[in-house]
């Protein structure tokens, strides 16, 4: 995915994969957001 993101410029992308590329790295940086500003309370042993 990274790839696909880093040479976006370089090469022809079909428009519907670069939405899905769009789309986990919003969906991935909202769960980093939400992880590290409410942290989990329950603690694993």
Not at 14 to 20: K, L, Q, R, S, Y
Not at 28 to 39: E, G, Q, S
Request: hydrophobic share 60%.
């Amino acid at each position: 995915m990274v790839r696909k993101v880093l040479v976006f410029g370089v090469e022809e992308v079909n428009i519907g994969e670069m939405v899905v590329v769009v789309a986990l790295t919003i969906v991935l940086t909202l769960a980093m957001v939400a992880l590290t500003k409410y942290k989990p309370t329950v603690e694993f042993a």
